[in-house]
C-alpha cells in the first residue's frame, strides 16, 4: 500500500496553505510568467492557462494520491490572495524524508512569506508525519533563496557539482539554459529549536501553525 500524505490545510497568523483549486488558475498563470520563477525553475515559459490547469488538476493533486509529495497553495489569509507554492516532494517514507520547493509571488517578495510558509510546512511534516530530514537545494546563484534556507535554520551539507539547470534571459528576450552547481541544505526536527520564535518576532506570525 502507497503512503500518501493527507489532504491537509496549515495556517499561521498570515498565510495558509492548502491545496490548489481551479480558482486559482489565473493567479498561478500569473505568478509563473514571472522573470524569477523562469530563471530558477524548469516550468513551461510562457505559462498558459492550459499549463495552470493541468498542474491544479492533474499533475498537484497526482503527488499526494501517489505518494511522491504534496503542493500546497500559498494564500494571504486576510485577502485570500495567492501569495505562492511549497511542493514537497522526492518523499521516502521509509527514511522519512523529503525535498522542499517553493514559489513566491513578484508582489509578496520582502514580507518574509517564503520563510514563513516553508517553516509551517517544516513543522508539519516533523510533528505531525514524524518525518526526520526535509533537503532544500538552491542554485549558486540564487542568494534569495539560500536566505530562507539560514532563515529556517538549515545547515548547508555540500555542493552537487554542476548538477542543476537554470535559464538566463539573453539581450533579445529569449531564455538559455545554463547548468549550475547547487547546494544541498538540510533541515532536521531538532535544527527548529529557537528557529521559530526568530522567524516569528521577524515576520509576524504565530510560532506554531495550525493544521487540520
Given at each position: 500500500m502507497t503512503s500518501t500524505f493527507p489532504d491537509i490545510s496549515i495556517s499561521t497568523e498570515?498565510?495558509?496553505?492548502?491545496a490548489y483549486e481551479e480558482e486559482d488558475i489565473p493567479a498561478l498563470t500569473e505568478m509563473m510568467n514571472d522573470e524569477l520563477v523562469t530563471a530558477w525553475t524548469s516550468a513551461p515559459h510562457p505559462y498558459t492557462e492550459d499549463d495552470a490547469r493541468g498542474w491544479i488538476t492533474g499533475r498537484a493533486p497526482a503527488e499526494r494520491s501517489e505518494g511522491r509529495g504534496i503542493v500546497?497553495?500559498?494564500?494571504?489569509?486576510?485577502?485570500q490572495r495567492l501569495v505562492g507554492t511549497v511542493h514537497l516532494r522526492n518523499t521516502d517514507w521509509r527514511c522519512r524524508s523529503a525535498e522542499v520547493?517553493?514559489?513566491?509571488?513578484?508582489?509578496?517578495?520582502?514580507e518574509g512569506y517564503a520563510s514563513e510558509a516553508v517553516l509551517a510546512a517544516a513543522q508539519w511534516l516533523f510533528a505531525d508525519q514524524k518525518f526526520e530530514r526535509l533537503e532544500l537545494r538552491t542554485a549558486a546563484d540564487n542568494t534569495a533563496a539560500q536566505q530562507v534556507a539560514q532563515k529556517i535554520g538549515c545547515?548547508?551539507?555540500?555542493?552537487?557539482?554542476?548538477?542543476?539547470?537554470?535559464?538566463?534571459?539573453?539581450?533579445d528576450g529569449s531564455w538559455l539554459q545554463v547548468r549550475t552547481d547547487l547546494i544541498v541544505w538540510s533541515l532536521l526536527p531538532e535544527d527548529l529549536d529557537g528557529v521559530t520564535g526568530r522567524v516569528s518576532d521577524d515576520a509576524g506570525y504565530a510560532a506554531y501553525p495550525d493544521w487540520r
Open positions: 498570515r498565510l495558509v496553505l492548502r500546497l497553495a500559498v494564500g494571504e489569509f486576510l485577502t520547493g517553493y514559489l513566491i509571488a513578484p508582489w509578496a517578495r520582502g545547515i548547508s551539507e555540500g555542493v552537487l557539482r554542476n548538477a542543476g539547470i537554470v535559464r538566463s534571459q539573453n539581450e
